[in-house]
């Protein structure tokens, strides 16, 4: 799966694998073993990073690392994981039948890859929020939303914090695997915390990646996939579609990242075309993506002139 998701992603950038600089990658399995056999059928120089769940987003950051720095032209960072193979390694075989409590989630059986160049049209990797571990003594194996929940809300706190920006300056804030049960408290605590989460989306790709309410999930999806799958699938094409011109996103785990994805348009930085409560006043022209309106420089408007008849 891994191999075929790079495939994909060098095929949509129109590029030959003997064009990447870098391979960066990692999964869930001992001596991540799956990205390695990936990697070698790439050819390029590999870089193998174990995150658990956070690996998506930490090999992006690596890879857009080597990008900005000159180190490298193209990388492509990709992760996977498979259902069976982490039940069978962290917790017991799928054939012993044990029961989960509700609490426990369910590890998503999927691959994504993403190509990190220097120039191109698509979103752009604006920076990266490393987060610390946050061990807060939980020791449940089946609710790891719980475990994770701290660390999310350090590394959003932080990245926030860094960067001089409130919550509302995102269309969305998704967090990596935190589930039904990890999201709530990641939510309460950033309201505790003094956090306008309220001002954006704030979402969950284990929420995102099952239908919780038709699928034997538990909780909701986890893994190296869960957030690959949806970042590099289902949120990336919303952003190319203008339905969220710039998400944070971050891959979950005690050693946590946030990684932010930029579709680089002036118009994003005001939030225009998300069916606002503000004003919207754009510093340039510029055409919304979404309903076709259009907006001359410095002229303010409602909110409801744009995109009204799209859910809010």
Known sequence: MLEQASDIALSKAALSKDKINFYVGGDLINQIISS????????APYLGVFGACSTSMESLALAALLVS??????????TSSHNCTAEKQFRYPTEYGSQKPPTAQYTVTGAGAAVVAAEGDGPRITSATIGRIMDLGLKDPFDMGSAMAPAAVDTIQAHLQETGRDPGYYDMIVTGDLASVGHPIAADLLKRHGVPIAETQFNDCGLLVFDLAKQAVQAGGSGCACSATVAYGHLLKRIAKGGAEA???????RAALAAVLSAGREHSLHRACRIHRTLIDPKEDFRCNICGHFWSAGRSASSA????????
């Open 305 to 312: 002139s744009c995109c009204s008849t799209l859910p809010s």
């Open 247 to 253: 998400a944070a996103r971050r891959g979950d785990g």
């Open 36 to 43: 390695t056999f990936a990697a070698r059928t790439m050819g």
């Open 69 to 78: 720095t000159g180190a490298a032209r193209y990388a492509i960072a990709g």
